[in-house]
């Protein structure tokens, strides 16, 4: 989505009509040319045995049009304005820059107030709260869901579980920065055999069903490729955004087949930053939101 709002857009789309312009009145000046006097001869070009193509330029009014056209196509760019707004006191740009500016005017300090607060005294105050739930229906439910419950490949911010680290600093950093996590897929270091059986290890952590025969055979496999990101205990590692195994939360679902998937072909997720988007003040204000989310939680 970040790439649809960039100024890279606009520029392509401003060269591919200014070249397509170009290219129009390249076209009308090399069909310019004059009547020649004499006898008008044929192209030599025929088609169906007897329609043939004279070489008579192009009619003077086609010509008029075609160049009128063009000139109205450039004077509608320039007033659209379709090469960037020239006058900043016309046109759409300058009704949004208005109420921006209102807006700055009116929020501005309620904004500026709740970014000197401490992030949890953020989160204890209903006006923020009010505030930040606002912007988390606008930009986060859609993958976290209204109520913050998060679905499949997107945590649940109502528990107390955290891939990254549930600290208040870690919270805003998340959200500032953005996250990238990745899981290397294992299906073809252990095969189809290996990747059963480390799976119904993984579900013997949490206390699952699982083949204890498979799982045995599981943890060796499991020592030997997963502890580098969950650590020897399986309970995770935030400075990775590897998750807790031993819990049970899952981010993508605790059936066989699903873990089986997970390991074979990997899991990569990413959370977008906000930080250029909604800014930092903004931000500080969406983290208190959501550390609010579980404080009451244990």
């Not at 055979?217 to 997963?226: A, E, I, S, V, Y």
Request: charged letters at 20%.
């Amino acid at each position: 989505m970040a790439d649809f709002i960039s100024g890279f857009w606009n520029m392509y789309v401003m060269v591919l009509v200014a070249l397509s312009i170009l290219f129009c009145v390249f076209v009308l000046v090399a069909n310019m040319t004059k009547r020649e006097a004499g006898e008008v001869k044929l192209h030599g070009h025929v088609w169906d045995e007897n329609l043939a193509e004279f070489n008579n330029p192009l009619p003077r009014w086609w010509l008029y049009l075609f160049w009128i056209t063009i000139v109205f196509a450039v004077v509608y760019l320039a007033i659209y304005p379709g090469f960037g707004n020239l006058n900043a006191d016309r046109g759409q740009l300058s009704q949004y820059s208005t109420e921006m500016k209102v807006a700055d005017e009116k929020y501005g300090p309620i904004f500026a107030k709740y970014g000197e607060m401490d992030l949890m005294a953020v989160a204890a105050d209903p006006e923020a709260n009010a505030m930040g739930q606002r912007m988390f229906l606008t930009y986060c439910a859609q993958c976290h869901g209204s109520a913050a419950q998060g679905a499949k490949g997107f945590p649940n911010l109502t528990d107390n579980e955290w891939s990254w680290g549930g600290e208040p600093d870690t919270v805003k950093t998340t959200i500032l920065e953005g996250r990238m996590g990745v899981m290397p897929p294992f299906g073809p270091a252990l095969g189809g055999e290996g990747v059963k059986d480390v799976a119904n290890y993984v579900r013997s952590l949490s206390g699952l069903a699982h083949d204890s025969l498979r799982a045995q055979r599981g943890k060796d496999m499991f020592d030997q490729n997963c502890t580098a990101c969950h650590g020897a205990d399986a309970k995770g590692n935030p400075m990775l955004g590897a998750v807790d195994l031993t819990n049970n939360t899952w981010l993508y679902g605790s059936s066989e087949s699903t873990i089986i998937e997970t390991i074979t072909n990997g899991r990569q997720n990413q959370m977008p930053a906000f930080k250029d988007f909604l800014g930092e003040t903004k931000v500080h204000i969406l983290a208190g939101y959501v550390l609010s989310l579980n404080k009451d939680k244990k």
